[in-house]
T-cell receptor, first 117, second 113 residues
Framework: GAVVSQHPSWVICKSGTSVKIECRSLDFQATTMFWYRQFPKQSLMLMATSNEGSKATYEQGVEKDKFLINHASLTLSTLTVTSAHPEDSSFYIC????WGGGNQPQHFGDGTRLSIL | EDQVTQSPEALRLQEGESSSLNCSYTVSGLRGLFWYRQDPGKGPEFLFTLYSAGEEKEKERLKATLTKKESFLHITAPKPEDSATYLCAVQALSAGGSYIPTFGRGTSLIVHP
C-alpha cells in the first residue's frame, strides 16, 4: 500500500520551455502533498506544501510564479516549472500524506530528474 | 526553529558489523519522528514512525528507538543491500496550522561484503 507515482522520471529540454511534473497517490487519498528539490549528495529541500483544493504554501526563497503547483484532487498534484533555465536543473521529488496530519508519514515518488540545456 | 541533526554524516561497515545512526532533534509539539531510506536516484522509502519517548519499532535488521531528544536507528549484522542514505524527519505544527516536515541531512551508509 501507500504507492506514489511520479512522472516523468527524466526530462531534458531547452531553456525557456515549461515542464510539468505529475504526482499521483495510487491507493490512498492525499490531503497534503509536498514538493522537494534535491541537489547531489544533499538532503531534501522543501519547496512547497499543497493541500487539496487550496493554494500551495511556498517556502521562503521559492518563486511561486516560477514553480506553479496545482492540487486539484485528492490523488493528483502537479508542479510546473515555467520558462525553465539551466539553474533549474535538479532532482525534484514529490510526496503525499494521508489525512491525520502530523502523525502520518509521507510517501514519496521516485523523483524527476530535470535537465535544462 | 525546528532542527534535526543526523550523525555520522557517513558510515562504512563490514558485513555483519552492527552499529547505530543518530538523529537528534529540537522541535515544539512533536507529532512524529520518521525514518526513511533513500537509494541513489530514487525517492525516500518510509521505514518507521515513532510517536513517544520509549517507543521502539523493528523491521528485519533495523530497530528504531526514541527518547525526548533523539532517535537511534540500530542496524544489526548489516548486509551490503542495507547500503543507502538514511533520513530522519520530524513533523510539528507550523504557524500556518499545517504539519510541516523537517529533514536531517542524512547518514550515508556503505556496507562492504
Amino acid at each position: 500500500g501507500a504507492v506514489v507515482s511520479q512522472h516523468p522520471s527524466w526530462v531534458i529540454c531547452k531553456s525557456g520551455t515549461s515542464v510539468k511534473i505529475e504526482c499521483r497517490s495510487l491507493d490512498f487519498q492525499a490531503t497534503t502533498m509536498f514538493w522537494y528539490r534535491q541537489f547531489p549528495k544533499q538532503s531534501l529541500m522543501l519547496m512547497a506544501t499543497s493541500n487539496e483544493g487550496s493554494k500551495a504554501t511556498y517556502e521562503q526563497g521559492v518563486e511561486k510564479d516560477k514553480f506553479l503547483i496545482n492540487h486539484a484532487s485528492l490523488t493528483l498534484s502537479t508542479l510546473t516549472v515555467t520558462s525553465a533555465h539551466p539553474e533549474d536543473s535538479s532532482f525534484y521529488i514529490c510526496s503525499a500524506r494521508n489525512w491525520g496530519g502530523g502523525n502520518q508519514p509521507q510517501h514519496f515518488g521516485d523523483g524527476t530528474r530535470l535537465s535544462i540545456l | 526553529e525546528d532542527q534535526v541533526t543526523q550523525s555520522p554524516e557517513a558510515l562504512r561497515l563490514q558485513e555483519g558489523e552492527s552499529s547505530s545512526l543518530n538523529c537528534s532533534y529540537t522541535v515544539s509539539g512533536l507529532r512524529g519522528l520518521f525514518w526513511y531510506r533513500q537509494d541513489p536516484g530514487k525517492g525516500p522509502e518510509f521505514l518507521f514512525t515513532l510517536y513517544s519517548a520509549g517507543e521502539e519499532k523493528e523491521k528485519e535488521r533495523l530497530k528504531a528507538t526514541l527518547t525526548k531528544k533523539e532517535s537511534f536507528l540500530h542496524i544489526t549484522a548489516p548486509k551490503p543491500e542495507d547500503s543507502a542514505t538514511y533520513l530522519c524527519a520530524v513533523q510539528a505544527l507550523s504557524a500556518g496550522g499545517s504539519y510541516i516536515p523537517t529533514f536531517g541531512r542524512g547518514t550515508s551508509l556503505i556496507v562492504h561484503p
